[in-house]
Structure formats: C-alpha cells, structure tokens
C-alpha cells in the first residue's frame, strides 16, 4: 500500500471511529452543538422538524481542513496531523477534532517539541485553532437567520435540539456503507419515535441522505424532506439595487433538483441573481468531498470556482450549502481575496 492510501485510509479510520463513538465527525457533544438555538423558543417536539445538519459542526470542520492544508503546505503528512489526536489522549484530552482544537489553544510551552513541529508552523497552527470559536458563531449564525425566517414566514417547526441526531453522512461519503446502514436505521427509529414526519433542512447534503440514500438502505423510510428553499416562497417583488452571483451547490442542483427556487428567492428579496459560467445542474465543484483526504486539491478546487465567480463582475457570492460555505471561506482565506459570502437565508 502506498503511502497516499495509507493516509486515505487513516482519515478514513479516524472518522469512522469518532462518529461511531462520539456520534457525528469533530467529537464534539449535540448538547454543545444545539447552543445555537438558545433564545429562539422552538419547541423541541412536532411532526415538522427544523434539521441543523453539518452546519453545527462546520465551524469545527472549517477548523480542521485549515489546519490539515497549513501543515501539508507546512511539509507535514496527514499521519502527522492524526498522529496529535494520539497524542493529544496521551495528555489527557479525547482523541477527537474538537480536543485537538483545545490542545492547540494550550499554553503548554513544549507543545511544538511534543508535537514534532517548528515554533513557525505552531504559531500558524495556532492561530488557526484560537479562531475556531468565530467561525462557529458563523455557521450558528446562519442557523439563527434560518429558523428566524421560517418563523417570519408562519412555518411551524420544532427543533429536537440536543436530541438531534447526526446522518451519518460522512459514512456514506467514505464508502462505510455497513457502518451508515446501522447508523441510518437508528437515526430513522429516533425520528419516528419523536413523531416527526417531515424534516425542513438549509443542509442540501443532509436533505440529499435523508430523501435519497435513507430509502436505498432502509426499509420504508417515509419522512418528507424538504430543503429550506422550497419552503419558503417569494413575497413580492422589492426593488434590485445590488447584484449578486449564486453558486448551485452540488447536492442541491444535481441531486435534489432545486436550482430555480433559490434564485426566486433571491430576486424577490432585491437582488440582481448573476449567473456564472457552469451552472444549475452543470454547476462546478467547489473542492468540497475531498477536504479532508486532499486539503490542497480541494483548496485548489474552490479558489478556480472562486475566480469564476468574481468573474462576473461582483464581489457578492450567495450559496445555500454548509460544505460550500466552507470552501469558499477557506480559499479566501489562505488567498486573501475580496469577497462578500452569503448564506442564502442571509439575504432574505
């Protein structure tokens, strides 16, 4: 085996082990990642569920792919960066992203030494870590900004908060598929235990699990699932002022179908929608998918889709995609470019 499959298969592992443990992919308790919910008063049961999806943990995600690419271009291996999760149990914190994260942030004078790494790339790395508590605010905020406006929209939904359970998505994404089938079966028994019929998700890669893969491993699987956008319908028609351009994420466009909705939204809201080049169904891929096992290729990847984007001519980019937000981050980032980013509930 070569050594690039070596480290597939180590972040494969790793992955499959934390989500089976610990419940989702950054280790991180559904208590802590329900906080964002704190305040709005949704109740916590219904038929109609309100799903957070991968934007709960993205800030922690967004946290590890920059991590993951300033060490490989730092000259670190992705056994490397694994081998602190190990490391990190050792000083006692959890062999988890979350405690990486924690262990970055330490004071601990020899850490660089512990580590294997120079006093420069520690520096970088934590950096990188001590900003983590920013980017979860982001993404929990955008989870605010969603539910504010289904609520403003009449749309009764409930929220299991703490008792949400995560799809299993990255599981499926790895090929893990007996490990999803378990994961999917105890996930679809919990919902319908709480009664819920239909799941309202701004997460298309969620909603893409749920109404696409759940059906092909489970036996009848009978929940609706929609994505926000087609919840929630245009009101008028305000005035367009600004021009934006809107990425179709992959999973949205490709999977669920649902490229003309956001676009009405958005228009609806006073905004000019700017298409690009490679859109809708023939959409291009923002590197996201393959973060984690090749952090460069898929940084790589979205700073083309990014240039293609500026391109058009403005400097504000809406999507509707947790992963995708996350990419467009990253590269600007480690590129410093110039752009606004808006999550589609941003604008409405």
Same mark, same amino acid.
């Given at each position: ?78 056994? !490397? ?18 405690? /990486? ?5 330490? $004071? ?17 790395? +934590? ?7 920013? +980017?979860? !605010? ?5 989870? +605010?900004?969603? /539910?504010?406006?289904?609520?403003? *929209? ?32 105890? /996930? ?27 059906? !092909? ?22 005035? !367009? ?7 179709? $994420? &992959? ?27 490679? *859109?809708?169904? +023939?959409?291009? &891929? ?34 509707? &995609? ?27």
């Amino acid at each position: 085996m070569s050594e690039r499959h070596r480290e597939i298969f180590a972040v494969l592992n790793f992955t499959k082990e934390t989500i089976l443990k610990y419940g989702n992919p950054v280790g991180v308790p559904q208590e802590e990642l329900s906080q964002w919910s704190n305040g709005l008063n949704i109740k916590e049961r219904g038929e109609t569920i309100f799903y957070s999806g991968m934007y709960s943990y993205m800030g922690y995600a967004e946290t590890a792919l920059l991590l993951e690419y300033t060490a490989k271009k730092e000259g670190m291996s992705i056994a !490397q960066m694994l081998d602190m999760a190990k490391k990190a149990k050792y000083l006692g914190y959890k062999s988890t992203m979350k405690d /990486v994260i924690r262990l970055l942030k330490s $004071p601990m004078s020899s850490l660089g030494k512990l580590l294997g790494v120079s006093s420069e790339t520690l520096a970088k790395l +934590r950096k990188i870590a001590g900003e983590n508590d920013a +980017r979860n !605010q982001y993404y929990w905020g955008v989870l +605010r900004k969603g /539910v504010q406006v289904l609520q403003s *929209n009449g749309v009764d939904i409930a929220y299991l908060g703490k008792n949400e359970p995560d799809s299993g998505v990255a599981l499926h994404t790895f090929g893990l598929l007996d490990d999803f089938t378990e994961v999917a079966n105890g /996930v679809y028994k919990k919902l319908k235990d709480y009664g819920v019929k239909r799941i309202i998700t701004m997460d298309p890669i969620t909603a893409t699990v749920f109404k696409k893969f759940y059906p !092909q491993f489970l036996n009848g699987f009978d929940i609706e699932v929609k994505h926000i956008s087609e919840v929630i319908k245009p009101s008028g028609q305000k005035e !367009q002022n600004e021009k934006v351009v809107y990425h179709d $994420p &992959c999973y949205l466009a490709r999977y669920l179908r649902v490229t003309e909705e956001p676009r009405n939204l958005i228009s609806a809201s006073g905004f000019k929608v700017i298409d690009p080049p490679n *859109n809708r169904l +023939r959409t291009r &891929c923002d590197g996201g998918g393959v973060e984690y096992t090749d952090p460069e290729a898929a940084v790589r990847t979205a700073k083309i889709r990014l240039e293609e984007l500026l391109a058009t001519g403005t400097s504000n980019i809406v999507t509707s &995609c947790p992963a995708c937000d996350m990419m467009f981050r990253a590269a600007g980032y480690v590129s410093n470019s110039s752009f606004k980013l808006y999550d589609l509930v941003e604008v409405l």
